[in-house]
């Protein structure tokens, strides 16, 4: 039974060594996460730089960013590595942080494992049209479980911090789908849902899904599922103290000022340039910080 303790004011008890290793895994991926989570108490932050950093991890090996010879494989492994952590044996600079914070925040095993097997689906043959069950259920293991481990982390009451995941997860996953169409095309990869486009006439190749007339009528629907998911994860923050669900607020409010680009933009041309107002997103970041919406 993994214990939960709550002294979040100082960084967690781990060697400055190992701390230093992960903040670093965080620092290559080249994101503004870093600097985003320091608005979190020092434990706070170690745990979510070490969840980011699993994440990163993973996320490579199912890109093939890293030399395996069968990421797959890898994968697996990892499952018996988190498995391990939850028996107390840590044998890695990540995986001790990793322990460190599964003791702190009571992190659940069945979220690790739901990420490793989001990846393992973006592992071998490329996704093509999925079905809905399935693109929600890779939602699901790709963002919302990451979501339910952070709201541990961020100390979101239980009751909400899950339903919380479940939206927010759902909305920022459907803004990276939309918004990365064309490069997913380019890998071979085509995320929309097979029922839709069978609906909208939108051929399930990707290469010949990008400029199907179709196309912006699709991903409008979409567009509209993950406002949807956006309006109800709002509601439930504002039933949580504000400081529970701060970081939640500034990501929520970063993706919905992308998602209404895209929408702006649309998907007649899904390879033109996305034009993202910088000084509209970082100011709906800062008033969100705030507790204020645009």
């Given at each position: 039974m993994v214990s939960v303790r709550h002294n979040t004011s100082q960084g967690l008890p781990c060697a400055p060594s190992d701390l230093r290793q992960v903040e670093e895994i965080v620092n290559r991926s080249g994101t503004s996460f870093g600097?985003?989570?320091?608005?979190?108490?020092?434990?706070?932050?170690?745990?979510?730089?070490?969840?980011?950093?699993f994440c990163r991890v993973v996320d490579d090996i199912a890109d093939g960013d890293t030399p395996h010879d069968d990421p797959a494989?890898?994968?697996?492994?990892?499952?018996?590595?988190?498995?391990?952590?939850?028996?107390?044996q840590a044998d890695t600079a990540l995986e001790r942080v990793l322990l460190e914070a599964i003791r702190q925040f009571g992190l659940r095993q069945d979220d690790f494992i739901a990420i490793i097997d989001g990846?393992?689906?973006?592992?071998?043959?490329?996704?093509?049209?999925?079905?809905?069950?399935?693109?929600?259920?890779?939602?699901?293991?790709?963002?919302?479980?990451?979501?339910?481990?952070?709201?541990?982390?961020?100390?979101?009451?239980?009751?909400?911090?899950?339903?919380?995941a479940y939206h927010l997860g759902r909305a920022l996953q459907l803004t990276n789908i939309l918004r990365d169409i064309a490069e997913d095309a380019a890998r071979g990869r085509l995320y929309l849902p097979?029922?839709?486009?069978?609906?909208?006439?939108?051929?399930?190749?990707?290469?010949?899904?990008?400029?199907?007339?179709?196309?912006?009528?699709?991903?409008?629907?979409?567009?509209?599922r993950a406002k949807d998911h956006f309006r109800r994860a709002t509601a439930l923050m504002k039933q949580c103290p504000?400081?529970?669900?701060?970081?939640?607020?500034?990501?929520?409010?970063?993706?919905?000022?992308?998602?209404?680009?895209?929408?702006?933009?649309?998907?007649?041309?899904?390879?033109?340039?996305?034009?993202?107002?910088?000084?509209?997103?970082?100011?709906?970041m800062l008033l969100a910080a705030a507790g204020v919406s645009l």
């Open positions: 600097r985003g989570m320091k608005i979190l108490p020092p434990g706070r932050r170690d745990g979510m730089f070490a969840i980011y950093a494989s890898a994968l697996e492994s990892w499952k018996g590595r988190i498995a391990a952590l939850y028996e107390g990846m393992l689906m973006d592992c071998g043959e490329p996704v093509v049209a999925p079905d809905e069950a399935t693109l929600d259920l890779y939602c699901d293991r790709v963002a919302s479980a990451v979501g339910r481990l952070s709201v541990r982390i961020f100390g979101t009451p239980e009751e909400q911090g899950d339903r919380l097979a029922e839709l486009l069978r609906r909208y006439s939108v051929p399930t190749d990707p290469a010949e899904a990008l400029y199907a007339v179709g196309l912006d009528g699709l991903c409008r629907i979409l567009a509209g504000a400081a529970t669900v701060r970081p939640a607020r500034i990501m929520a409010a970063s993706y919905r000022v992308t998602l209404a680009a895209l929408c702006r933009r649309g998907w007649r041309n899904p390879e033109a340039p996305l034009r993202v107002c910088s000084v509209r997103k970082k100011l709906a």
